[in-house]
C-alpha cells in the first residue's frame, strides 16, 4: 500500500512555503514563485476569494479587502470582514493552508491529509492550538507542530548527530527578526532561549534606503518627492533592488529616468554607506542575541553553530557581526529562505517513516580574501587579513571590496589571494599572487577587487580601478585542494624522519572480508578468472560452513598463481572453484 | 579366476536370486492381501515351495564351475565381460572406471552446462540492463527536452526582462513630451527628437512581439490583481472606482503567462490626488 503523503509547512508572518520529500530529499514545491508565496488571504473586485501573490497584488489598492500578517493575530479573537463574512484568524490561515495543500497535491498527484506546519519558538499553547485549528479547517490533520528554529536545525542535519550541540538560529526576515538558542541533545531539540523584535526586518532596510535617496534629491535637485506615490513607488523597487545587489557589489548606481518630468536619479551608493544607514537596526539584533545568550546561560565560546535564517540575512553586515560577536562563523549554506519549510519537509518525511539524509549543500570550506593595510592588535600593520568570500558560503558566491591607493601616483598594487581565518594574512595559504599596475591617480583612489568562485573550485578574480575602467582579471583552478596540507606530501615528509619505519608512507591493509585481487601489474587477471572471482565473492555469503573455507582458500591460491604468472594452476584452480560454485544456490 | 573373484560373483548370483524370489513372493502376497479372503493353504504351500528352492541351491551353478586357464588369464586382463546378459555383471574394477570417467564427462558437461547457463545469465542480465538503460536513455532525452523547453523559456524571460526596463525608460520618456516646452524656434527640433523615441518604442514593441510577448493594457482598465500589483492609490473623482489611473512600470504577457505585472496606481474614493 503506498505511504500517506505528509508535507511540511512553513506558515509565516510574510509568506509561507511547502514542502514535500520526493526520492528521500526535501523539495519546496513550486508554482512560478520560487516556492514563495505570500501569507496574503483577500476578496477581488468579483467576491473572488484570492490567497498568495494575487492577494499581494490588490493590498495597496484595496487593504479593507486583504489580509496580510495573519500570524501575527493567532489565538486573538480579531475578526476580518472579507466580502459579506467575517473570518478568525484561523480561518483565514486555513485558507493559506488550503492553497499551500492544492500546491502540494498537484505536485505530488494525490490527496494530502497529513502535515507538519512550524510556528516561532515564542508562540503561546494558544497560538500553538490555533495554528493546529487552522490545519484542521484546511483538511490537514496536524502531525506535529514544531518550532522555527528546530526545522532550521533539521535542515541543517544537526538534529540527527550524536553529540550534545548548542546552536544559534538567527531569523531576520522581511519584517520579522527572531535569535534562538536551541540545545540538541540525542536528537531531542530544546529551546533554551528566544526573543526577537516582530516589526523589524528587510522592509526597514528599504525604507532606510529610500530616506536617503529622497535626501539625495532633495539636495541635488531641490525637489522633495516624498508626497508622489509613484515615485516614492519607484524608488523604493529601486532601493530594494539596490539592497539585494549590495549583498554581492561594493558600489551599486541607482538610476531612475523621468522621476519627475524634468528629474532624473543617478547615485551612487557604497556598501560601506548602506551599512552606516542599517547600521543601527542591526546593532539592535545583536543587542538581541546577546539577551538570547544570556537567558540561555551560555556564553559564546558554548555555541557549536550558527545558522542564518531569512532574506535579510544575505546582507554581509550580518555576517560580519555575528562572526565578531561570537567567535563563529555563521552557515548560510541553505537558502535562507527556505531553510526552515526545507526542515518541516524532512521532519514531514520522517513522519512518514522515511530516512533522510541530510541536505546536500554547496558551502566553500574555506575562506578566501586578500591582505591589505590596516590595523591588527592596535598597530598598523601592512598584512591584514580582508576576507572576502567566507567559510560556509552558499555556491557559487561573488563578494566584493573596496581598496584605496595609499600614495599620489602609486604605479602598483600587490594583489595576493589567500586562504585561511587568520586576521594575520601571512598565517593563512597565500595561493595566488598578482600585480596590478595603476593609472596615474591621487591616494586614496578606489580599487575594487571581486571575487567569483564557483562549485568546482574555481576562483575568479577582478580587480577594477573605479575611475578608468581599467581592471586585471585572473583565474585559480583548483582552490579546495590547495590547503596547503597534502596528506600524502605530508606523509612522506613525515615518514622520512623515521628511516626504517615505512608505516606511514604505506596506506593500511584491508582485513576482514573475502580476499580482492591485489592492485597493481602484477596481480593483472584475466578475465574469466576474474569472473569466477567475482561470482565466488557473490556466492560466499550464500555457501555453506563447510564450503566456504575451501572457496577463500581458493580464491586466495588463484590470486597468488596469477601474481606467480602461472596460468595453467590458476585455471585449474579456477575450475574447481567453478565446480563448488556450481553447486551453491543464490 | 581367483577365489575373491567367485566369492564376489556367487554373492551376486545368491543375492540377484534371493531379491526376484522375495519379489515374487511380495508380490504373491500382496495379491493375497488384496483378495482378504485366501484361505491359509497358499501359506504353506508358499513356505514349501521356498524350502525346496533353497534346497536346491546346494548345488553349485555350472558358471562357478572351475574355468580353463585362457578363461581365466582374460579375466585377470580385466577386459570386459564377453556375455554382459549372463547373471555375473563386469567386473568392479571395470565398472568403477567406466564410473570415474563417466563421472568425469559429467563433471566436465557440467561445468560447460554451468559456463553456458552463466554466459545465458550474463547475457541476459545485460541485454536487461540494455534495456534498462535505454529506457532510461529515453527518460532522459524527453527530461533533457523538457528541460531544454523550460530553460529556454526562462532564459528568454530573464533577458526580455532586463530589456523591459529600458522599453519603460523609453516610454516614460515619450510620455514626457506632452508636459515638455521649448520656445517656438526649438520646437521643431524637439518634436523631432520626441518622434524619434516614439519610433524606436514602436520598433521595440513590435521585437517584443515576434517573441509572443504583448503589454498588458493597464491605464484606464479595471484593476486586475492577476495581471497586475497595486502600488498605490489616488482618487479622480471623474474616474470610475478600482480603474488604473496610472502605470508606474509596463506589464507584460508572454503567450498565457504573466512575464511581468504592471505595476500600477488605482483610483480610489476618498484619497485626493
Redesign the interface.
Known amino acids: 500500500m503506498a505511504q500517506e503523503p505528509v508535507i511540511g509547512i512553513d506558515l509565516g508572518t510574510t509568506n509561507s512555503e511547502v514542502a514535500f520529500v520526493f526520492n528521500d530529499t526535501p523539495i519546496i514545491i513550486e508554482d512560478?514563485d520560487r516556492g514563495i508565496m505570500p501569507s496574503c488571504v483577500?476578496i477581488?473586485?468579483n467576491g473572488r476569494l484570492?490567497v498568495g501573490r494575487?492577494?499581494?497584488?490588490?493590498?495597496?489598492?484595496?487593504p479593507g479587502d486583504t489580509v496580510l500578517a495573519v500570524k501575527r493575530q493567532m489565538g486573538t479573537d480579531t475578526r476580518y470582514t472579507l466580502g459579506d463574512q467575517e473570518y478568525s484568524p484561523q480561518e483565514i490561515s486555513a485558507m493559506i493552508l488550503k492553497t499551500l495543500k492544492a500546491r502540494a497535491e498537484d505536485a505530488i498527484g494525490g490527496p494530502v491529509q497529513k502535515a507538519v506546519i512550524t510556528v516561532p519558538a515564542y508562540f503561546t499553547d494558544v497560538q500553538r492550538q490555533a495554528t493546529r485549528d487552522a490545519g484542521r479547517i484546511a483538511g490537514l490533520e496536524v502531525l506535529r507542530i514544531i518550532n522555527e528554529p528546530t526545522a532550521a536545525a533539521l535542515a541543517y542535519g544537526e538534529a540527527g548527530r550524536d553529540e550534545d550541540r548548542h546552536i544559534l538560529i538567527y531569523d531576520l526576515g522581511g519584517g520579522t527578526f527572531d535569535v534562538s538558542i536551541v540545545k540538541i541533545e540525542a536528537g531531542v531539540v530544546e529551546v533554551l532561549a528566544s526573543t526577537g523584535d516582530n516589526r523589524l526586518g528587510g522592509e526597514d532596510f528599504d525604507e532606510a534606503l529610500v530616506a536617503y535617496l529622497l535626501d539625495h534629491i532633495r539636495e541635488h535637485h531641490g525637489r522633495d518627492l516624498a508626497d508622489d506615490?509613484?515615485a516614492?513607488?519607484?524608488l523604493?523597487?529601486a532601493a530594494e533592488a539596490a539592497k539585494m545587489q549590495l549583498s554581492d557589489e561594493f558600489f551599486v548606481r541607482i538610476e531612475e529616468?523621468?522621476l519627475a518630468?524634468d528629474l532624473h536619479l543617478s547615485c551612487e551608493v557604497s556598501r560601506d554607506l548602506f551599512e552606516e544607514m542599517i547600521g543601527p537596526l542591526i546593532e539592535k539584533t545583536m543587542t538581541s542575541v546577546a539577551n538570547a545568550l544570556r537567558d540561555a546561560a551560555l556564553s559564546p565560546g558554548r555555541l557549536d553553530k550558527v545558522i542564518l535564517v531569512g532574506g535579510s540575512t544575505r546582507i554581509p553586515m550580518v555576517s560580519r557581526l555575528l562572526s565578531g560577536e561570537l567567535n563563529i562563523e555563521p552557515d548560510i549554506g541553505i537558502d535562507p529562505d527556505l531553510c526552515v519549510a526545507l526542515g518541516a519537509g524532512i521532519q514531514a518525511g520522517r513522519e512518514m517513516g522515511k530516512s533522510i539524509q541530510s541536505m546536500l549543500i554547496d558551502i566553500t570550506p574555506y575562506t578566501f580574501g586578500t591582505s591589505a593595510f590596516g590595523m591588527l592588535d592596535g598597530r598598523h600593520y601592512p598584512h591584514c587579513f580582508v576576507p572576502l568570500i567566507r567559510r560556509n558560503t552558499k555556491l557559487p558566491a561573488t563578494r566584493t571590496e573596496a581598496f584605496q591607493t595609499m600614495v599620489d601616483n602609486q604605479a602598483a598594487a600587490d594583489i595576493n589571494v589567500y586562504q585561511g581565518d587568520h586576521p594575520d594574512a601571512l598565517d593563512n595559504i597565500r595561493i595566488g599572487t598578482y600585480t596590478f599596475d595603476l593609472s596615474k591617480a591621487p591616494a586614496g583612489s578606489i580599487i575594487t577587487l571581486r571575487y567569483d568562485l564557483d562549485l568546482n573550485g574555481i576562483l575568479t578574480l577582478e580587480a577594477r580601478e573605479k575611475d578608468t575602467g581599467k581592471t586585471i582579471n585572473a583565474v585559480l583552478e583548483n582552490v579546495f585542494s590547495q590547503s596547503g596540507t597534502d596528506i600524502s606530501e605530508a606523509r612522506d615528509k613525515v615518514g622520512a624522519l623515521f628511516p626504517g619505519d615505512n608505516a606511514l608512507s604505506k596506506e593500511a591493509p584491508l582485513t576482514g572480508g573475502p580476499p580482492r585481487p591485489a592492485s597493481g601489474p602484477d596481480a593483472v587477471l584475466p578475465p574469466a578468472i576474474a569472473g569466477i572471482l567475482d561470482?565466488a565473492r557473490e556466492k560466499l555469503p550464500l555457501a555453506p560452513d563447510e564450503d566456504k573455507d575451501d572457496i577463500i582458500n581458493l580464491m586466495e591460491d588463484i590470486t597468488e598463481a596469477c601474481i606467480q604468472k602461472d596460468p595453467d594452476r590458476a585455471g585449474k584452480l579456477a575450475?574447481d572453484l567453478?565446480?563448488i560454485l556450481?553447486y551453491i544456490d543464490e | 579366476m581367483s577365489p575373491g573373484n567367485i566369492a564376489a560373483k556367487t554373492g551376486a548370483w545368491f543375492h540377484r536370486a534371493v531379491i526376484l524370489r522375495l519379489l515374487n513372493l511380495i508380490h504373491t502376497a500382496s495379491g493375497r492381501a488384496l483378495r482378504n479372503r485366501l484361505d491359509m493353504e497358499w501359506k504353506t504351500r508358499a513356505l514349501a515351495d521356498f524350502s525346496d528352492w533353497l534346497d536346491g541351491l546346494d548345488q553349485v551353478p555350472p558358471e562357478f564351475l572351475p574355468q580353463d586357464p585362457a578363461d581365466q588369464s582374460e579375466t585377470d586382463n580385466r577386459s570386459v565381460p564377453k556375455d554382459t546378459g549372463s547373471l555375473d555383471g563386469p567386473d568392479l574394477y571395470t565398472l568403477l572406471t567406466e564410473f570415474i570417467s563417466l563421472k568425469k564427462q559429467v563433471q566436465i558437461q557440467t561445468r560447460e552446462q554451468s559456463r553456458n547457463l552463466q554466459g545465458l545469465k550474463d547475457f541476459n542480465t545485460f541485454a536487461g540492463e540494455g534495456r534498462q538503460i535505454l529506457d532510461d536513455l529515453a527518460r532522459q532525452v524527453s527530461r533533457m527536452g523538457a528541460m531544454k523547453d523550460k530553460l529556454r523559456e526562462e532564459t528568454t524571460a530573464d533577458i526580455l526582462q532586463a530589456f523591459l526596463d529600458i522599453r519603460d525608460s523609453l516610454a516614460r520618456g515619450t510620455a514626457a513630451r506632452t508636459r515638455v516646452t521649448a520656445p517656438f524656434v526649438r520646437q521643431k527640433k524637439m518634436h523631432a527628437l520626441l518622434d524619434g523615441y516614439q519610433i524606436a518604442l514602436n520598433k521595440f514593441d513590435q521585437a517584443l512581439l515576434r517573441l509572443e510577448t504583448t503589454p498588458i493594457p493597464a491605464t484606464g482598465q479595471p484593476f486586475d490583481p492577476d495581471t497586475m500589483t497595486a502600488v498605490d492609490t489616488c482618487h479622480v473623482p471623474d474616474m470610475p472606482q478600482g480603474v488604473v489611473t496610472q502605470e508606474i512600470s509596463g506589464g507584460f504577457m508572454r503567450r498565457d503567462k504573466v512575464l511581468r505585472h504592471a505595476r500600477v496606481v488605482v483610483n480610489t474614493p476618498g484619497k485626493e490626488n
Open positions: 512560478d483577500g477581488d473586485r484570492i494575487t492577494a499581494r497584488n490588490q493590498a495597496a489598492a484595496f506615490p509613484v516614492a513607488a519607484r523604493k523597487s529616468d523621468h518630468p561470482q575450475e567453478e565446480d556450481f
